[in-house]
């Protein structure tokens, strides 16, 4: 037999080359029997399912035939010699490079088709003819009033948070407004970020010259011994649903973190990223409510309308918005004023709303679909999901992460597990793949269920 060196993230490739540039060599011959695929695994220290995964590669290829309790066999191919200088040529385009998947589980964008474009149509023709030459106008640093208000409203008859609304503060999504909240706090103030988390967040302070540290995310939310010993002088949080573990965050933990921030003067940032987006029950109650002297709230409209549109706001504590606008007052704010009437229009006018409700509707049918999809998987996969968000974990018993990414793959599906979302290690997070179902379609959910099914 062949000896292979198998190595690197997707190993089921590597063998599959291998193999089949074997066959094109001639070392294995017409007819001869491949060897078993538990021998392979165990001579080549991988799984099982790699190797079955490199011979159902072969299979689709016709590089092999499989026989019932026999085994796979060499079929009958030309062989082709080595060029000159090694090479085939018939060669396989390496791994690595762009893929096309048929289902992703790691993109996060709303799909197109549910853009409620005729109604933004109407309303900014609506805005030109009542605004006019004002559009052209130089907008307020911390945004357009109308709009300001209208997010104010709307954030007391969906989330019952009673602000007001000359503490909003507009900004072009949550990567601008992190580096504005770094401004505001200072680049020498220590932030801790979730472990796992969501690695755009903790990349956008280093951006802006902050220093992160990660603090554990637990069944009961952030661990409070980690954050008193991280030394850390605010603390980014998504105490309704976390990313990527879906957690939520217990009252008495709740308690715990605003006790730690009144304690020495710190923050604390309450990252609202998918409140819309409470599938089962109520909205949970925020953090700000409980503490608004302490809580920068934030979120934006990406999850619910676009991620092209780049618009989110935050709510500041008084004295950060003092701090604000003395920073910023000399400037104009970077969100064209067309886009915020537009907004202003939408939310003021209750279309926003029954946006949401439709999405919600749309969502409860996908997740209800993912869920089936993966019961027929048929292998004692355990659900996790709160009830929130846009997303759920999946735990297989005894499946390595390499393993569930490679078979992924191996299928269309491009998917990640907690692992990968980790900036220090944790006990406990193998084998479970999270479940990013924001962008998918029943079709496609059909489709892999045929696939899985066959």
Not at 129 to 144: F, K, N, S
Not at 364 to 387: M, P, S, W
Request: glycine share 10%; with cysteine.
């Amino acid at each position: 037999m062949p000896i292979y060196e198998i190595t690197g993230k997707n190993k089921y490739y590597t063998l599959y080359k291998d193999v089949r540039e074997d066959i094109l060599r001639g070392k294995f011959k017409s007819g001869e029997k491949l060897p078993a695929k538990r021998a392979l695994a165990a001579e080549l220290g991988v799984s099982v399912v790699t190797v079955q995964l490199a011979y159902e590669q072969l299979l689709a290829e016709g590089y092999v035939s499989s026989r019932e309790r026999s085994g796979y066999f060499v079929e009958n191919v030309n062989v082709q010699q080595p060029a000159a200088d090694g090479n085939f040529s018939h060669r396989m385009p390496e791994y690595g490079g762009k893929t096309e998947y048929s289902i992703d589980f790691v993109k996060g964008s709303t799909p197109a088709s549910l853009f409620p474009f005729s109604v933004w149509a109407k309303l900014m023709r609506g805005v030109l003819a009542d605004c006019g030459e004002h559009l052209l106008e130089r907008v307020p640093c911390d945004g357009d009033g109308d709009l300001k208000r209208e997010i104010a409203a709307y954030l007391y008859r969906s989330r019952g948070i009673d602000v007001d609304p000359q503490y909003i503060v507009i900004g072009a999504g949550a990567e601008y407004l992190y580096g504005v909240i770094v401004q505001l706090l200072g680049r020498d103030k220590l932030f801790a970020v979730e472990n796992p988390g969501y690695r755009t967040i903790s990349g956008a302070y280093a951006l802006n010259g902050a220093k992160t540290v990660p603090v554990a995310v637990i069944g009961t939310g952030i661990s409070i011994d980690e954050l008193h010993k991280s030394n850390a002088d605010v603390l980014h949080i998504s105490p309704a649903h976390q990313f990527p573990t879906g957690v939520i965050t217990p009252a008495a933990t709740r308690s715990q973190i605003i006790e730690w921030a009144r304690e020495r003067g710190r923050y604390i940032i309450e990252d609202d990223y998918d409140s819309e987006f409470r599938l089962s029950g109520k909205p949970l109650h925020s953090l700000y409510s409980l503490c608004p002297e302490k809580v920068i709230y934030m979120n934006t409209f990406s999850k619910s309308l676009a991620p092209s549109m780049r618009m989110g706001y935050m709510i500041l504590p008084p004295a950060l918005y003092a701090k604000f606008i003395g920073i910023f007052s000399s400037s104009a704010n970077i969100v064209p004023l067309f886009e915020q009437k537009t907004l202003a229009a939408m939310l003021g006018g209750g279309y926003f709303e029954r946006h949401i409700n439709r999405l919600k509707n749309h969502y409860r049918e996908i997740r209800r679909a993912v869920a089936e999809t993966l019961e027929k998987l048929n292998t004692g996969c355990e659900l996790y999901d709160t009830g929130g968000g846009l997303h759920m974990l999946v735990k297989f018993k005894g499946i390595s992460d390499d393993t569930i990414k490679e078979y992924a793959s191996a299928h269309g599906i491009r998917i990640r597990c907690l692992s990968d979302y980790m900036f220090a290690p944790l006990d406990g997070v193998e084998g479970c793949a999270v479940i990013n179902y924001s962008g998918v379609t029943l079709s496609q959910l059909k489709e892999l269920a045929e696939k899985f099914k066959r």
